[in-house]
């Protein structure tokens, strides 16, 4: 399973609602609640925050024992392997069963 975007990850944080507990997903999601809020002259500015928001997130909380736990569960559930952060075609994370 692939992640690629900060949008894909917001939807995945959504399905395992125990990972909003992680204050750092909480930043995250809060970040991504603004995108589209406000004028559109600064979206493009908010969306380039989203992404370093989505690749530090990520990389500050790989060893998260609960980021782990939910991922095996949604791996489980969904009957997959591995899933696998991307931010513009580079890998920022992987985490396989």
Do not use: W
């Amino acid at each position: 399973m692939t992640i690629s975007s900060p949008e894909d990850f917001a939807t995945l944080l959504a399905e395992r609602f125990a990972l909003q507990n992680i204050i750092h997903f909480k930043v995250f999601m809060g970040l991504m609640s603004t995108l589209n809020r406000g004028c559109k002259c600064n979206k493009k500015k908010k969306y380039e925050q989203l992404e370093q928001a989505y690749k530090t997130t990520l990389l500050k909380n790989k060893d998260n024992e609960l980021l782990k736990s939910e991922l095996r569960e949604f791996l489980n559930g969904n009957e997959e392997q591995s899933i696998t952060f991307y931010l513009k075609k580079e890998e920022i994370f992987s985490f396989k069963l």
